[in-house]
Antibody, heavy 119, light 112 residues
């Protein structure tokens, strides 16, 4: 059974940094593109970016690429999202998603982890 | 970037009825391989987000046949025939033709 379990969220002050993790199981992690997606309290969904199966290539939403970094450790089947200089508008639930084998869509999602940016 | 518009923020439906959720793209989602890179997702409280449809009309494994994806070019529809109580959820469309991938604003299906 495919499982994606995010962790690392919580309350963080504006300007701080935070690193989210997503542990994958039930499939060969190193075979798949992975993405981070976030959902605001108003339910707007936003794709943050993705990383190639071997970690050699990343893409980001233009508005986030200067502050967010996606990485992965295939030996640990873990995806990461490093968030820096966070702002109140980064308050959201963050989801880890898997691209299907042809990367046509997101075939699995994690349950999400909440990040609240507030002083 | 490609904008996806789901006109209806909410739709009200009674069990057994048919409902259609539309998603309009700012440009064609048809790729040179003849496929449309548009997918649909269901988000129910307390459950992980579920992929329903990809390539505009292909149901993912295990999705009931009452979920029907249709459309082409820039106009797409997710229809749910014979709505069941468990279909009450948030529905999103997503384009994966051109990065940044983008979502529609979501449509909340509610019971009358």
């Amino acid at each position: 059974e495919v499982q994606l379990v995010e962790s690392g969220g919580g309350l963080v002050q504006p300007g701080a940094s935070l690193k989210l993790s997503c542990v994958a199981s039930g499939f060969t992690f190193s075979d798949y593109w992975m993405s981070w997606v976030r959902q605001t309290p108003g339910k707007t969904m936003e794709w943050i970016g993705d990383i190639k199966y071997d970690g050699s290539y990343t893409n980001y939403a233009p508005s986030l690429k200067n502050r967010f970094t996606i990485s992965r450790d295939n030996a640990k089947s873990t995806l990461y999202l490093q968030m820096s200089n966070v702002r109140s508008e980064d308050t959201a639930t963050y989801y880890c998603t898997r691209g299907d084998y042809g990367y046509n869509y997101f075939d699995y999602w994690g349950q999400g982890v909440m990040v609240t940016v507030s002083s | 970037q490609i904008t996806l518009t789901q006109q209806a923020e909410s739709l009200w439906v009674s069990p057994g009825e048919k409902v259609s959720i539309t998603c309009r793209a700012s440009q064609s989602l048809l790729y040179t391989d003849g496929k449309h890179y548009l997918s649909w997702y269901q988000q129910r409280p307390g459950q992980t987000t579920k992929a329903l449809i990809y390539h505009a009309s292909i149901r993912t494994d295990g999705v009931p046949t009452r979920f029907i994806g249709s459309g082409s070019g820039t106009e797409f529809t997710l229809s749910i025939e014979d709505v069941q109580p468990e279909d009450i959820a948030l529905y999103y469309c997503l384009q994966t033709l051109k990065k940044p991938w983008t979502f529609g604003g979501g449509t909340k299906l509610e019971l009358k």
